[in-house]
């Protein structure tokens, strides 16, 4: 099993900034991609941002030019950089790794939550 270790997240003022960080519990090969989703109260959860083991990136409309997902492939984590915060914005962050173990498995982070006041 993988566990994904997900720090960072808090309570910012809009227009502050924050960093989300999320490491694997172990040494993995085969990680294809790492991302962030969010889910904010009454929504599904979302796409944030996913970077793929070759560094190709997509990011969600809302969020393009204020976040910046980065990844260390030799320790396994993704960074979330995120500026220009907006209330919007608040939510929980789930950290996701699609990883071949044969077949591609999805695993999900426990969350951490994002608060941006007005």
């Known amino acids: 099993q993988v566990q994904l270790v997900e720090s960072g997240g808090g309570l910012v003022q809009a227009g502050g900034s924050l960093r989300l960080s999320c490491a694997a519990s172990r040494r993995i090969s085969g990680i294809s991609s790492m991302g962030w989703y969010r889910q904010a109260p009454g929504n599904q959860r979302e796409l944030v941002a996913t970077i793929r083991s070759s560094g190709s990136t997509n990011y969600a409309d809302s969020v393009k030019g204020r976040f910046t997902i980065s990844r260390d492939n030799a320790k396994n984590m993704v960074n979330l950089e995120m500026n220009s915060l907006k209330p919007e914005d608040t939510a929980v962050y789930y950290c996701?790794?699609?990883?071949?173990?044969?077949?591609?498995?999805?695993?999900w982070g426990q969350g951490t939550q994002v608060t941006v006041s007005s």
């Open positions: 996701n790794a699609e990883i071949n173990f044969g077949r591609l498995q999805s695993f």
